[in-house]
């Protein structure tokens, strides 16, 4: 096996030149091969092949979203062979950022760098799977920072106004490569790459400080799901009242002008993570709000949940005792809404006893009376 990484990191620079040496790259690719995994994602339709790197001994691994997004099974292989099934636990698709859990413990990991210290002509490499060869090692240079703006990369000046920032490299990408680290000459992760354009020279990466964002916040919500309740005494004996699971709620958005069994309304989705419960019924309920605080009266029969107050009520049964990630859509028609009126939906999800585990508020928004079918920002 090590042979033939140092075949690729020889025929790397032999083809694509650097100044870095044989050994440096030989050294940097052998300290992180244990950590970069081959992430495989399925559905019925499609089959995608892409990289990522485990940043947690727990099994959380790195990768891009769009590599994993279509998938009903998702593995990761490490380069020893072992293959691990995976989910995803978190996301930001406008980064292009997913990370992954594989079940266990003590796994290899890489090492984050900060993408703030980047230098124009900075030396890196990547690593990778394109086209399906394993630990493909290819050298290159930053070139400069880019901006993303309403989805257009733009390389240049810094505009006043831009969505996020990514890494331009003259490090070549094939398909496979995405969601592969980028490494600095100290070994330290800057990058994930993520978007390869027509020429060979031009590629791009994200900033590896946006994903330790995310990281962070995953870690703050899974350490709030383990906490365990305060012990109570009862006839002279200490007692355990650890709760059986917990639920975070980790996004929702709205979703305008849906058409559903021929009614048009909205949709709300939420992402939340899930801990417990396997096999036991949990729901999802929306509760509507005015601007005043008093709850919006449900008087649409259809829409009506079991307990008259909530307008949508939806059931899930958690498969896995381990933190997962869920996702859920929640329809409502624009005629059981008040018009006129700043509005916020509450989406709470309860246990399967109904209590309630965790909740989270929409941004406002109002309907028109005038134009039910669209969408108004609030004022």
């Known amino acids: 096996m090590k042979h033939t990484w140092v075949l690729h990191i020889f025929l790397a620079l032999l083809f694509l030149g650097g100044e870095v040496s044989a050994k440096n790259f030989e050294q940097i690719a052998l300290e ?21 790197f485990v940043v947690n001994p727990r099994g959380y691994v790195l990768t891009n ?26 996301f930001d698709e406008d980064k292009d950022i997913a990370i992954l859990k594989i079940d266990g413990v003590g796994f290899p990991t890489v090492v984050l760098g900060n ?39 733009l390389c240049g000046r810094k505009p006043k106004v831009y969505d996020y920032q990514l890494i331009e490299t ?6 496979g490569n995405s969601g592969g680290p980028l490494i600095n000459s100290r070994g330290e992760i800057i990058g994930i ?11 791009f990466a994200i900033p590896i400080n946006y994903a330790k964002s995310l990281l962070s916040r995953l870690e703050r919500e899974i350490k709030e799901l383990e906490k ?20 975070a709620i980790q996004s929702i958005w709205l979703e305008p002008n849906i058409l559903l069994d021929g009614e048009w309304g909205l949709r709300f989705h939420v992402d939340f993570l899930i801990q417990g419960y396997v096999g036991e ?49 929640l329809f409502i028609p624009y005629y059981a809404l008040p018009p006129d009126l700043p509005l916020q939906g509450e989406i709470v999800i309860f246990d399967p006893m ?3 585990l965790t909740s989270k508020m929409s941004s406002p928004f109002y309907l028109s009376t005038s134009y039910l079918q669209g969408w108004i920002p609030p004022q």
């Open 32 to 52: 992180q091969r244990p950590g970069i995994v081959a992430v495989i994602s399925l559905s019925q339709e499609t089959a995608s092949l892409g990289t990522g």
């Open 193 to 203: 790459n993520t978007l390869r354009s027509n020429y060979p020279s031009v590629n």
């Open 228 to 247: 365990p309740i305060a012990k109570s005494y009862r006839r002279n004996d200490l007692v355990s009242t650890k709760p059986k699971g917990s639920a």
């Open 354 to 356: 109904g209590k309630k």
């Open 170 to 175: 003259s490090t070549p990408l094939l398909p």
């Open 281 to 329: 019924e949990c729901s999802v309920k929306i509760f509507f709000y005015y601007a005043d605080g008093r709850k919006v009266l449900n008087q649409t029969e259809n829409y009506t949940a079991p307990d008259r107050q909530a307008f949508v009520q939806k059931i899930f049964i958690p498969e896995s005792a381990e933190t997962s990630l869920q996702s859920l859509s």
């Open 115 to 153: 993408s703030n210290e980047l230098k124009k002509g900075e030396a890196v490499i990547a690593i990778g799977n394109p086209l399906g060869w394993e630990g493909i090692v290819t050298p290159g240079r930053i070139k400069r920072i880019c901006y993303v703006r309403s989805s257009t990369v």
């Open 65 to 90: 979203y769009h590599v994993i997004q279509q998938g009903d099974l998702i593995g990761v292989k490490f380069y020893n062979g072992e293959v691990y099934d995976a989910r995803p636990v978190a």
